[in-house]
């Protein structure tokens, strides 16, 4: 996924840490220093500063975004057997997080402008089973969760964020929506660390409560196992001090985004290639810039050849997939998603993209276009 030799590639950490490297070697050594290695002062304080920056009361670090979304959903009460409404053109985590605490996953078809869970679906799909709904707010922009609340009445809702710190939707900011909001930080995020991260956040005590408990063993007092499933769940130290380093410069790294997914809007519009739709009320954080065209698999081929090596978010359909086979899916069931998984791809994004690399890549995709259109 990084850029190799001369090319150009969708993420790469290094000008980052060029960038910030003093900062981040000082918060790596604030943390060595400090005498305490574990659920410490550089976890606490990541917690309120995140839970600031979200609007909401509550944030618990944990070790990854996929244990965010696991630990949010038993927090919120679904147990095995359980179904979660969620959608298949997400990151395999979801629905491997779903799969894990032994609920299942139904998912729902995606809109074809936005390629966000297409609401109108849903009603159709809720059953006696149904305890939870799990909206991804995909490749930077948010699901409208105050439509989505209509059609699931008093439902939980927990939102994936792990594609969207920092965006807000029609309901307000990513992770103040809904009942819990996990967050991942894996390093190509939005907000990564350097390693693996995440977080639950959630303006409601108990569930705060429970979330603490189940990322340590079940316990709540040492020792002493409360409640299973428990977990082993924590956020590193070093990682939560790194965390606070770069959360101070979150916004200007979001509005750099918005910068060269403009650029992109410029150079690539009159192209023929579909690019991202805004949804209503959407303020778009720019995880990815994913552009779609029918010849998809021909055009990353070309612009590999060129230097230019994009990715696929996400090729598989989750519910198309060997390991889901056991939720009775077929090939057809998810048109929409089937559809989308053929023709997408992602331009590169990140806040130290140098403007040379985005002319580089503009200046390729409509070479190969002029060629293949
Ligand atoms: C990255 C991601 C996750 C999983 O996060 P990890 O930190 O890699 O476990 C879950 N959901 C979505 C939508 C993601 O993009």
């Given at each position: 996924m990084?850029?190799?030799?001369n ?13 910030d ?5 000082a ?25 600031a920056y979200?609007g ?6 944990v070790?990854n ?16 057997g ?19 605490i ?8 995606v809109r ?15 059953t ?10 995909l ?11 209509e059609?699931t ?10 594609q969207?710190h920092?965006a ?8 103040a ?13 939005v907000l ?9 956040t ?5 569930t ?7 990322r340590?063993?079940?316990?709540e ?12 769940a ?16 979150l916004?200007e790294?979001?509005?750099a985004?918005?910068?060269i ?5 410029d ?5 023929g290639?579909t690019l991202p ?9 720019y995880?990815?810039f ?14 590999a050849?060129q230097?230019?090596?994009l990715n ?7 519910h198309?997939?060997?390991g889901?086979?056991k ?9 929409v ?11 590169p ?21 002029a060629?293949?259109?």
């Amino acid at each position: 996924m990084s850029a190799s030799g001369n090319g150009v590639g969708v993420w790469a950490y290094l000008a980052e840490y060029e960038r910030d490297r003093t900062e981040i070697l000082a918060a790596v050594d604030r943390v060595f220093s400090s005498g305490r290695l574990v659920l410490g002062e550089s976890v606490r304080g990541f917690e309120d500063e995140f839970a600031a920056y979200n609007g909401v009361e509550h944030c618990v670090g944990v070790d990854n975004g996929t244990n965010a979304v696991k630990l949010a959903l038993q927090a919120v009460g679904v147990r095995p057997g359980d179904e979660v409404i969620t959608v298949s053109n997400t990151a395999a985590p979801t629905a491997v997080a779903i799969d894990e605490i032994g609920a299942v996953p139904v998912f729902a078809d995606v809109r074809e402008d936005t390629y966000l869970m297409d609401i109108d679906t849903v009603e159709d799909l809720i059953t006696p089973r149904t305890r939870c709904v799990l909206p991804v707010h995909l490749y930077g922009q948010c699901v409208d969760i105050p439509r989505l609340r209509e059609i699931t009445g008093t439902l939980p809702v927990v939102e994936d964020c792990a594609q969207a710190h920092g965006a807000t939707g029609p309901g307000g900011r990513a992770g103040a929506m809904g009942e819990a909001a996990a967050f991942s930080f894996y390093p190509t995020k939005v907000l990564g660390a350097y390693g693996d991260g995440g977080a639950v956040t959630t303006s409601d005590a108990g569930t705060a409560r429970t979330l603490r408990r189940l990322r340590y063993y079940g316990m709540e007092e040492r020792y002493y196992v409360e409640e299973t499933p428990g977990h082993n769940a924590r956020l590193d130290e070093v990682q939560a001090e790194i965390l606070r380093v770069k959360l101070r410069r979150l916004d200007e790294d979001i509005a750099a985004r918005r910068r060269i997914a403009e650029r992109y809007h410029d150079g690539l519009g009159d192209t023929g290639l579909t690019l991202p739709a805004i949804g209503t009320g959407n303020d778009h954080v720019y995880y990815l810039f994913v552009a779609r065209h029918p010849r998809r698999d021909e055009l990353l081929k070309l612009l590999a050849d060129q230097g230019i090596h994009l990715n696929v978010s996400y090729p598989w359909p989750i519910h198309t997939m060997r390991g889901f086979d056991k939720l009775g899916y077929r090939a057809g069931d998810l048109p929409v998603t089937e559809k989308l998984a053929d023709e997408v791809f992602s331009l590169p994004m990140y806040a130290t993209l140098t403007r040379e690399d985005q002319d580089r890549t503009i200046a390729a995709v409509r070479d190969v276009l002029a060629v293949i259109a």
